[in-house]
C-alpha cells in the first residue's frame, strides 16, 4: 500500500504545470488517497523539499552574491542593477505550482471526517502557503491570492494582482492559524524529528511581520503608520512567543570557546568540531533543512566553492565587525600595515567568518585528523599560510567543512531555515522600530545574547553605551543582524526594506588595503588592479540602483497569458 501511496504523490507531484498555465482541468487521481491521516502527512511531506538549502547561497532572488557583501570573477546584473525583464522566471512558476498542491490538500482537510486527526498536516499546509506567498511578496510586490485549486478556466487566471497589504494580511492570517494547528517543538516525536513546530511559525510570523512592518515604514518618511506598526507589534510579539518557549538557546558549548559561531555551521554526526559535538547539541535551529552523509548528503559544492576559492568578500562586511570593546573601528586611522593586523582585537566572529591571511584552514581536500593543530594535522590542511592572491583579498570560511576526506558534495550538515538567532535580532529590531526606543532589558534577552555568543568580554548594548560613544541604536540593531547573517541570504531583502539599497548597492565593492601595507609585497601582482583614495583595490565600480529594483519584473510570459497582471513600475 505504501508504494502505491508514494506513486501517487509522485504523480502528484510531476503533474500540476503552473499554476497559471494550467492544462485544463489538471486534477489528482485521488479516489482513493485522501483516507487516512497517513495519506495527508506524506502529501504534505513533499513541501519539506521546497525549503531553502545551500544552493540557494549562490544564486537565487534572495543570495547575498546579489548584495553588497559578496562578489565573484563574474559580476552579477542583480547587485549591478543591470538585470533586464525575462521571458520566463521559475521562481513565479514554481511558487504557484506549490501554492495549487497546498491548495488541494487544505480543501481535502475540509472534507475529512476527523478533522483534527489531520489539523498537523493542515498547520503545515498553512505555514508552507505562507512560506510561498512570502517568497512572492518580496520578489514582485502584489500578487494574486489563490484560496482554492484552480483550472484553465476559473477566473483567477485572469484577476489583478493582489495589493501587497492584502497580501502580508493573508500570509499573517495563515502563520496564525499554524501556530494554532501545530504541535510545540517539545512534542514532536524522534520519528517525526525535522518537522514543523507552533513555534517555528511563530518564528517565520516574526520575520514576515518585520520585514512588512519596516518595508511600510521606511516608505512613509520612516515613521509608522497604523498597519506597519500593527505588524511590527505581531512581530514583536511573535518573537517573544519563542523566547519565552524556554525551548531554544543561542549555540556556545564552552568546549568549543569564540569558536562556537564557526562551528555551529558545520556540526554533523561524525566528528566535525574539536570538542566533537554533534547535530544534537544545537538548540538553535528552529527549522532546517536536514542532511545525512549518505541518505541526503549535501550534494552541492559547499566548501571546495569557498574556502580559499572564487567567492570574495567585500570590505564593506569586514568594516561592520566591531572591535572587541564594542566600538565600530575608525577605517582612516585602524592598523593596516600587515596583512592580518585589522582581524586583531575584533569581534571573534569576524575570525570565525573570514580566513585570516597567514593562517592555516583545513578543508574536505585536506582536512582534520585529531583537532589538535599538531604537526602532522597542520601538513594535512588544505590552505597552509593562507595568502590571498586574487579577488577583493577577503575569503569566507563559514559553511566549510574542516573533516577530512569528505569527498565533494558530500557534507551533511543543515540547512538554517530558521534559527534561534534570527528570533532575538526580530525582536529587538521589532520593539526599537514600533517604539522607536528599546530598554536595557529587552536588550539583553535579545540583541546582546548574539553580540556576546563568542565575545564575552565585549561590553553589553545599552541605551548609556551609545549615548556615551555617540552611536546610534538603530545603526547597532542593523549592524549586528548584518554580521550575525552574512551568507544566509537576508542581507539584499534588508537594504531593501530598509529602503536604503539605493545608497549602499551603488557603493564600489573593495577589497584590502593594498598601498601602504604589507600587501604590497606579498600580493604584488595586484598592482594593476584600481584603487580608491585610501589605497584599497576596487573590484567593482559604476554600479547602479534605480527605484524599479526594489521589485523583480514579472516574466514576459505571465503577462502574455494574463495581461491584467501589469508589469511592476520602471520595467515597463
Same mark, same amino acid.
Given at each position: 500500500?505504501?508504494?502505491?501511496?508514494?506513486?501517487?504523490?509522485?504523480?502528484?507531484?510531476?503533474?500540476?504545470?503552473?499554476?497559471?498555465?494550467?492544462?485544463?482541468?489538471?486534477?489528482?487521481?485521488?479516489?482513493?488517497y485522501?483516507?487516512?491521516?497517513?495519506?495527508?502527512?506524506?502529501?504534505?511531506?513533499?513541501?519539506?523539499?521546497?525549503?531553502t538549502?545551500?544552493?540557494?547561497?549562490?544564486?537565487?532572488?534572495?543570495?547575498?552574491?546579489?548584495?553588497?557583501?559578496?562578489?565573484?570573477?563574474?559580476?552579477?546584473?542583480?547587485?549591478?542593477?543591470?538585470?533586464?525583464?525575462?521571458?520566463?522566471?521559475?521562481?513565479?512558476?514554481d511558487t504557484?505550482?506549490?501554492?495549487?498542491?497546498?491548495?488541494?490538500?487544505?480543501?481535502k482537510?475540509?472534507?475529512?471526517?476527523?478533522?483534527?486527526?489531520?489539523?498537523?498536516?493542515?498547520?503545515?499546509?498553512?505555514f508552507?502557503?505562507?512560506?510561498?506567498?512570502?517568497?512572492?511578496?518580496?520578489?514582485?510586490? #502584489?500578487?494574486i491570492?489563490?484560496?482554492?485549486?484552480?483550472?484553465i #478556466?476559473?477566473?483567477?487566471?485572469?484577476?489583478?494582482?493582489?495589493?501587497?497589504?492584502?497580501?502580508?494580511?493573508?500570509?499573517?492570517?495563515?502563520?496564525?492559524?499554524?501556530?494554532?494547528?501545530?504541535?510545540?517543538?517539545?512534542?514532536?516525536?524522534?520519528?517525526?524529528?525535522?518537522?514543523?513546530?507552533?513555534?517555528?511559525?511563530?518564528?517565520?510570523?516574526?520575520?514576515?511581520?518585520?520585514?512588512?512592518?519596516?518595508?511600510?515604514?521606511?516608505?512613509?518618511?520612516?515613521?509608522?503608520?497604523?498597519?506597519?506598526?500593527?505588524?511590527?507589534?505581531?512581530?514583536?510579539?511573535?518573537?517573544?512567543?519563542?523566547?519565552?518557549?524556554g525551548?531554544?538557546?543561542?549555540?556556545?558549548?564552552?568546549?568549543?570557546g569564540?569558536?562556537?559561531?564557526?562551528?555551529?555551521?558545520?556540526?554533523?554526526?561524525?566528528?566535525?568540531?574539536?570538542?566533537?559535538?554533534?547535530?544534537?547539541?544545537?538548540?538553535?535551529?528552529?527549522?532546517?533543512?536536514?542532511?545525512?552523509?549518505?541518505?541526503?548528503?549535501?550534494?552541492?559544492?559547499i566548501?571546495?566553492?569557498?574556502?580559499?576559492?572564487?567567492?570574495?568578500?567585500?570590505?564593506?562586511?569586514?568594516?561592520?565587525?566591531?572591535?572587541?570593546?564594542?566600538?565600530?573601528?575608525?577605517?582612516?586611522?585602524?592598523?593596516?600595515?600587515?596583512?592580518?593586523?585589522?582581524?586583531?582585537?575584533?569581534?571573534?566572529?569576524?575570525?570565525?567568518?573570514?580566513m585570516?591571511?597567514?593562517?592555516?584552514?583545513?578543508?574536505?581536500?585536506?582536512?582534520?585528523?585529531d583537532?589538535?593543530?599538531?604537526?602532522?594535522?597542520i601538513?594535512?590542511?588544505?590552505?597552509?599560510?593562507?595568502?590571498?592572491?586574487?579577488?577583493?583579498?577577503?575569503?569566507?570560511?563559514?559553511?566549510?567543512?574542516?573533516?577530512?576526506?569528505?569527498?565533494?558534495?558530500?557534507?551533511?550538515?543543515?540547512?538554517?531555515?530558521?534559527?534561534?538567532?534570527?528570533?532575538?535580532?526580530n525582536?529587538?529590531?521589532?520593539?526599537?522600530?514600533?517604539?522607536?526606543?528599546?530598554?536595557?532589558?529587552?536588550?539583553?534577552?535579545?540583541?546582546?545574547?548574539?553580540?556576546?555568543?563568542v565575545?564575552?568580554?565585549?561590553?553589553?548594548?545599552?541605551?548609556?553605551?551609545?549615548?556615551?560613544?555617540?552611536?546610534?541604536?538603530r545603526?547597532?540593531?542593523?549592524?549586528?543582524?548584518?554580521?550575525?547573517?552574512?551568507?544566509?541570504?537576508?542581507?539584499? #531583502?534588508?537594504?531593501?526594506?530598509?529602503?536604503?539599497a539605493?545608497?549602499?548597492?551603488?557603493?564600489?565593492?573593495?577589497?584590502?588595503?593594498?598601498?601602504?601595507?604589507?600587501?604590497?609585497?606579498?600580493?604584488?601582482?595586484?598592482?594593476?588592479?584600481?584603487?580608491?583614495?585610501?589605497?584599497?583595490?576596487?573590484?567593482?565600480?559604476?554600479?547602479?540602483w534605480?527605484?524599479?529594483?526594489?521589485?523583480?519584473?514579472?516574466?514576459?510570459?505571465?503577462?502574455?497569458?494574463?495581461?491584467?497582471?501589469?508589469?511592476?513600475?520602471?520595467?515597463?
Open positions: 500500500m505504501k508504494t502505491i501511496i508514494n506513486i501517487l504523490v509522485l504523480f502528484c507531484m510531476l503533474a500540476f504545470q503552473s499554476c497559471l498555465d494550467l492544462e485544463p482541468k489538471t486534477q489528482l487521481a485521488d479516489t482513493n485522501w483516507q487516512t491521516p497517513e495519506h495527508f502527512k506524506l502529501f504534505a511531506t513533499q513541501f519539506y523539499s521546497w525549503t538549502d545551500f544552493k540557494q547561497l549562490d544564486a537565487g532572488a534572495h543570495s547575498d552574491a546579489r548584495s553588497d557583501l559578496r562578489t565573484g570573477n563574474t559580476l552579477d546584473v542583480y547587485s549591478n542593477g543591470t538585470n533586464s525583464v525575462p521571458s520566463s522566471d521559475k521562481t513565479y512558476t504557484y505550482n506549490r501554492i495549487r498542491q497546498i491548495n488541494t490538500l487544505l480543501e482537510a475540509e472534507e475529512y471526517k476527523n478533522f483534527s486527526d489531520i489539523a498537523i498536516y493542515a498547520g503545515e499546509a498553512r508552507f502557503r505562507a512560506y510561498c506567498y512570502f517568497e512572492l511578496l518580496q520578489v514582485y510586490g #502584489d500578487v491570492i489563490v484560496k482554492n485549486v484552480i483550472d #478556466d476559473s477566473p483567477e487566471m485572469q484577476s489583478a494582482r493582489n495589493p501587497r497589504e492584502e497580501v502580508v494580511d493573508f500570509i499573517v492570517e495563515d502563520l496564525k492559524e499554524a501556530v494554532n494547528l501545530l504541535p510545540s517543538a517539545d512534542e514532536i516525536s524522534s520519528n517525526d524529528a525535522g518537522r514543523l513546530s507552533s513555534q517555528a511559525a511563530s518564528a517565520f510570523l516574526s520575520r514576515v511581520a518585520l520585514y512588512e512592518g519596516t518595508w511600510q515604514k521606511f516608505r512613509n518618511d520612516g515613521k509608522n503608520n497604523e498597519h506597519s506598526k500593527e505588524l511590527l507589534d505581531i512581530a514583536a510579539k511573535a518573537a517573544y512567543d519563542v523566547i519565552e518557549s525551548l531554544f538557546e543561542i549555540f556556545a558549548p564552552a568546549e568549543l569564540v569558536e562556537a559561531y564557526k562551528y555551529l555551521f558545520i556540526l554533523e554526526d561524525e566528528k566535525s568540531n574539536p570538542a566533537g559535538l554533534g547535530k544534537n547539541a544545537n538548540k538553535e535551529y528552529i527549522f532546517s533543512r536536514r542532511h545525512h552523509p549518505t541518505l541526503n548528503s549535501i550534494g552541492f559544492n566548501t571546495q566553492g569557498r574556502l580559499g576559492n572564487a567567492v570574495y568578500v567585500t570590505r564593506k562586511l569586514a568594516n561592520m565587525y566591531l572591535q572587541s570593546n564594542g566600538l565600530p573601528i575608525d577605517e582612516k586611522t585602524w592598523n593596516y600595515s600587515e596583512v592580518d593586523s585589522e582581524f586583531m582585537g575584533r569581534d571573534n566572529r569576524m575570525n570565525n567568518t573570514l585570516i591571511p597567514g593562517n592555516t584552514y583545513w578543508g574536505t581536500g585536506g582536512g582534520r585528523i583537532w589538535t593543530g599538531s604537526p602532522e594535522e601538513a594535512n590542511a588544505s590552505h597552509k599560510n593562507f595568502m590571498p592572491a586574487t579577488g577583493t583579498g577577503y575569503f569566507p570560511q563559514k559553511w566549510c567543512c574542516e573533516r577530512d576526506g569528505v569527498p565533494t558534495g558530500m557534507e551533511a550538515y543543515d540547512y538554517p531555515i530558521i534559527r534561534y538567532a534570527e528570533v532575538l535580532l525582536y529587538a529590531e521589532a520593539v526599537f522600530e514600533r517604539d522607536e526606543k528599546i530598554s536595557d532589558d529587552d536588550l539583553d534577552i535579545s540583541l546582546n545574547l548574539t553580540r556576546k555568543r565575545n564575552p568580554e565585549m561590553p553589553d548594548l545599552t541605551n548609556d553605551f551609545v549615548s556615551q560613544h555617540n552611536l546610534d541604536m545603526t547597532e540593531i542593523r549592524r549586528e543582524r548584518t554580521v550575525e547573517f552574512f551568507d544566509e541570504n537576508f542581507r539584499l #531583502d534588508d537594504l531593501k526594506r530598509w529602503k536604503t539605493e545608497v549602499e548597492m551603488p557603493m564600489n565593492l573593495t577589497g584590502v588595503k593594498w598601498k601602504g601595507t604589507e600587501f604590497e609585497r606579498k600580493w604584488a601582482d595586484a598592482s594593476s588592479k584600481p584603487l580608491d583614495a585610501e589605497g584599497c583595490i576596487i573590484h567593482e565600480q559604476g554600479r547602479v534605480a527605484e524599479k529594483n526594489y521589485l523583480y519584473p514579472l516574466p514576459t510570459d505571465q503577462l502574455k497569458l494574463n495581461p491584467n497582471l501589469k508589469q511592476n513600475p520602471g520595467w515597463e
